[in-house]
C-alpha cells in the first residue's frame, strides 16, 4: 500500500512541476524552466522505475501512476493559476462618457492604461487598453465593473512586454 501512496503522490509532484515548467518556458522564463526540468525528469526516473519493474504481476501501480497523473494536472493547473505568472491584456469598451473617469480611477489604482476613441452600434466608445500582471487582473476587472457596470471587457494572454509604464523590459 505504501508504493501505491508513494507513486500517486510523487506523480502529482512531478506532473504539477511539469505543468509549471511549461508555462515558465512559453512566457520566456526559459532558465527557471530547465532548471525545474531537471528536477522534474529525476522524479519521473525514479517513479517509471517502480511502476515498470514487476508490473505484470502488480497491476494497480499502473492505477496509482495514472491516478497522480490525472491529479497532478488539476494540482499543477491550481499551483499555476495561483502563481499568476506572466502578463495579459486587459481591454474595456465603456461609454464615451464615463471613458476617462474610469481611466483616471484605474491610474489612482497604479495601473497603466491608454484611452482609444471608437464608435459602437449606437454610441460613442471609449476602449481602454491595459496589459497587467495576471495576479491584478482580478483587482482590476473588479475596479472596472465597480465604475462602469456595461462594460465589455477581455482578457488575453500577453507575451512579455517591451517598454511602457512600469512594464517589464528585457
Same mark, same amino acid.
Not at 519493474?53 to 491529479?71: E, L
Not at 492604461?113 to 459602437?120: A, F, I, L, N, S
Given at each position: 500500500?505504501?508504493?501505491?501512496l508513494?507513486v500517486f503522490?510523487?506523480?502529482i509532484?512531478?506532473v +504539477?512541476?511539469?505543468?509549471?515548467?511549461v508555462?515558465? %518556458?512559453?512566457?520566456?522564463?526559459r532558465?527557471?524552466?530547465?532548471?525545474?526540468g531537471?528536477?522534474?525528469?529525476i522524479?519521473?526516473?525514479?517513479?517509471?522505475?517502480?511502476?515498470?519493474?514487476?508490473? +505484470? +504481476?502488480?497491476?494497480?501501480k499502473?492505477i =496509482?501512476? &495514472?491516478?497522480?497523473f &490525472?491529479?497532478? #494536472?488539476?494540482?499543477?493547473s491550481?499551483?499555476?493559476?495561483?502563481?499568476?505568472?506572466?502578463?495579459?491584456?486587459?481591454q =474595456? %469598451?465603456?461609454?464615451?462618457e464615463?471613458?476617462?473617469?474610469?481611466?483616471?480611477a484605474?491610474?489612482?489604482q497604479n495601473? &497603466?492604461?491608454?484611452?482609444v476613441?471608437?464608435?459602437?452600434?449606437?454610441f460613442?466608445r471609449n476602449?481602454?487598453?491595459?496589459?497587467?500582471?495576471?495576479k491584478?487582473i482580478k483587482?482590476?476587472v473588479?475596479?472596472?465593473? #465597480?465604475n462602469?457596470? #456595461?462594460a465589455?471587457?477581455t482578457?488575453s494572454? =500577453?507575451?512579455?512586454?517591451?517598454?511602457?509604464?512600469?512594464?517589464?523590459?528585457?
Amino acid at each position: 500500500m505504501l508504493m501505491y501512496l508513494i507513486v500517486f503522490f510523487a506523480k502529482i509532484i512531478e506532473v +504539477s512541476l511539469m505543468t509549471i515548467r511549461v508555462v515558465l %518556458i512559453t512566457r520566456g522564463e526559459r532558465l527557471i524552466g530547465a532548471i525545474i526540468g531537471f528536477f522534474e525528469v529525476i522524479i519521473w526516473i525514479i517513479i517509471v522505475s517502480k511502476v515498470l519493474s514487476d508490473i +505484470s +504481476s502488480d497491476p494497480f501501480k499502473i492505477i =496509482a501512476y &495514472a491516478g497522480g497523473f &490525472a491529479v497532478g #494536472n488539476y494540482v499543477g493547473s491550481w499551483i499555476e493559476e495561483k502563481l499568476g505568472i506572466g502578463m495579459s491584456e486587459v481591454q =474595456a %469598451i465603456v461609454l464615451k462618457e464615463h471613458g476617462k473617469g474610469l481611466a483616471e480611477a484605474i491610474r489612482e489604482q497604479n495601473f &497603466a492604461v491608454t484611452v482609444v476613441e471608437g464608435q459602437g452600434k449606437n454610441f460613442p466608445r471609449n476602449i481602454l487598453f491595459m496589459y497587467v500582471r495576471r495576479k491584478r487582473i482580478k483587482k482590476l476587472v473588479g475596479l472596472i465593473q #465597480n465604475n462602469q457596470v #456595461n462594460a465589455v471587457i477581455t482578457i488575453s494572454e =500577453a507575451k512579455p512586454v517591451y517598454g511602457g509604464f512600469k512594464m517589464l523590459r528585457k
